[in-house]
């Protein structure tokens, strides 16, 4: 499906009602607790930009605003200043610089490095005072130091080096080797001037190992191991060496992680596609890469790069059972189709007695879907910390032009953010789940508004049976 087949379907939808509810957003009670890159259409740089937020993803505050592409933001652990990589001229690795700025406006963005060098991924030092950062600026790609304004750059290893993170347990970077069985990247780990290197993993079946992060207490290396052919994993392994483990589900990619500074949540950069949510969005983790919940929704963007501000001392994971919205309650509107059989009271159980519909034309399309607006079970919308969404759907025809979408809307920016856009293998029953950790799709009376929707390719009409809807809260 092309990108303006599916612009037309989401304008169908938007324009057979109401684009959304004038519910107001949650308003943060506490200072940002993250920072992140994203990137909107990175084929075109149409638009980039370094973001703020709390760590539920309240209030969102631009933080950037010139040309170029972000990349590799870090915070100073004085938790004001940030660093980052701006890609000057779209594609081409030699205009990346690395710049610095801070949230409160008391330093002003400024350039640090200007040359035809490739500069990229600043790490701070644990006192504020100094960058690590890697450079081909002597014709291989190493670690350099320089002073947080820019002065006295100086080399620090002699390796193809690159992605390091600092701490006070030291410095873990990757490093490229070339042998007889090719060429494969390794995490090592050693001291801040260069000394005392240690190799940490083998750099495994593909490519290599990438993007180290140390964590805080410095036992332990989580980092992406690239399996090739676009998929990567989280992997883990302790500082000294040892077994690497590998977490999550790697049923995707995993980018760009890092820890929370109670060393309890991981943030990382994730994609899925065969789930329909390509694209690397920004995701929160359990340690060991379990229970994964989508900060970032929307499929527009892509996170390419995050970080924890030293203030989100600890972000422990969701607690208690889960509870159960009600969705005979709510409003539920129909937006595009005609109902065939079912009410949305079908909507309550899986028992193969669906709500479907018929599909409808729109600019050479089929298009069938609904909206439903459904309260919370919480006395109030803070008490929220994680949403599941499981959607059990059949499409009467399947075809690589035929999508499953699972839209979210957005309280502060009132747009339904396409959170799932998945192409169904066959026309069974199959269950699509979204979680997320997102309190910008919760409202202050604590709803929630979903679209569900079902594009076909043109041709006969077709049909959209949705079994089960299935909301939950923990």
Known sequence: MTRRAALLAAGLLAACGESGSSRAPIVADQPPELIYARVADASTQSESDLYTATRQMLDPRKRTTRNGVELHVRMAPDGNRFAFTRELALGEAGSREIYVSSLDGTVAETRLTANAAVDETPCWSPDGTALLFSTDRDGAQRL????????????????????????????????????????RSRIYRMQPDGSGLVPLTDGGPGPGDREPALSPDGSRVVFARLLGTGASRLCAVSSAGGPVTALGDGLGEDRAPRFSRGGDRIVAALARPLEGMAGLRLCVLDPDGANAAWLV????????????????????????AA??????????????????????????????????????????REIAGFRHQVPLPVAQATEVDEVTIAVRAALSRVDGDTALRISVRNTTTGRYEVAVDKRPRDTAYAVTTLRFASLAHVDRDASLEIELSADFAPGERAEFAVDAVTISVR
Request: aromatic residues 8%; proline residues 8%.
């Open 144 to 183: 350099w130091t320089m002073g947080a304004d820019g002065a006295d750059p100086r080399p620090v290893t002699a390796g193809l080096d690159r992605d390091p993170d600092w701490t006070s347990a030291g410095v873990v970077f990757a490093r490229t080797e070339i042998g007889g069985s090719g060429t």
């Open 297 to 320: 929704l929307d499929q527009r963007y892509q996170v390419s790069g995050a970080d924890f501000l030293p203030r989100l001392v600890s972000w422990p994971p969701p607690g208690g």
């Open 323 to 364: 509870l159960r919205a009600d969705l005979g309650r709510g409003l539920f509107r129909l937006m595009a189709g005609q109902p065939v059989r079912g009410t949305r009271d079908a909507l309550r159980e899986a028992d193969d007695r669906p709500l479907t519909l018929a599909t409808q034309a729109f600019s050479g």
